[in-house]
T-cell receptor
Framework: DAGVIQSPRHEVTEMGQEVTLRCKPISGHNSLFWYRQTMMRGLELLIYFNNNVPIDDSGMPEDRFSAKMPNASFSTLKIQPSEPRDSAVYFC??????????????FGPGTRLTVL | AQTVTQSQPEMSVQEAETVTLSCTYDTSENNYYLFWYKQPPSRQMILVIRQEAYKQQNATENRFSVNFQKAAKSFSLKISDSQLGDTAMYFCAFMNAGNMLTFGGGTRLMVKP
């Protein structure tokens, strides 16, 4: 079975440009998470969806960041306008909640974003 | 809010030896899950092992086992018969009832031949 799929794997852009990161969760999973990893702050949860509905977005750093999940098999994280301090690795993870021995989050390979 | 602390930024071990990575956490909740994830140089986050707080028995997965001390809020990872492929960053993580993960700062493990 395919795991969590993220695209692109690498993104280099210039300050002020719009960046869109994409995620396809594992089929059948009903929860999706976006994380950011930096050297300074480690791994941080940005936003969490359950059944396509945003449950907690308290980790979203500011209004420049937005996330959507239009259906169960696709989510986007958008940064507009991007800034150099947004440079990080962005992970998407998915899980299947409500069943015994589930709730484990499985991570995608990440997108390394560099904003010049 | 939950906090997860990994007090060992870096560790090394000889191939075939055993190493233990430490993790402590702070929470007021009674029902939760604990995880260890491995992040090799490829940066992929790979689940190593999970532990449900309501289970007294320590989880094991092949060469990986945990020592879960609920009262002490301690969750250490033991790697037996260390292999070169075990070289990676290891993250301890706490999941609350709201299904959100809080990660520790990580321990960089180097397995030496």
């Amino acid at each position: 079975d395919a795991g969590v799929i993220q695209s692109p794997r690498h993104e280099v852009t210039e300050m002020g440009q719009e960046v869109t990161l994409r995620c396809k969760p594992i089929s059948g999973h009903n929860s999706l998470f976006w994380y950011r990893q930096t050297m300074m702050r480690g791994l941080e949860l940005l936003i969490y969806f359950n059944n396509n509905v945003p449950i907690d977005d308290s980790g979203m750093p500011e209004d420049r960041f937005s996330a959507k999940m239009p259906n169960a098999s696709f989510s986007t994280l958008k940064i507009q306008p991007s800034e150099p301090r947004d440079s990080a690795v962005y992970f998407c993870a998915s899980s299947s909640q409500g069943l015994p021995s589930t709730d484990t989050q499985y991570f995608g390979p990440g997108t390394r974003l560099t904003v010049l | 809010a939950q906090t997860v602390t990994q007090s060992q930024p870096e560790m090394s071990v000889q191939e075939a030896e055993t190493v233990t990575l430490s993790c402590t956490y702070d929470t007021s909740e009674n029902n939760y899950y604990l995880f260890w994830y491995k992040q090799p140089p490829s940066r992929q986050m790979i689940l190593v092992i999970r532990q449900e707080a309501y289970k007294q028995q320590n989880a094991t997965e092949n060469r990986f086992s945990v020592n879960f001390q609920k009262a002490a809020k301690s969750f250490s990872l033991k790697i037996s018969d260390s292999q070169l492929g075990d070289t990676a960053m290891y993250f301890c993580a706490f999941m609350n009832a709201g299904n959100m993960l809080t990660f520790g700062g990580g321990t960089r493990l180097m397995v030496k031949p």
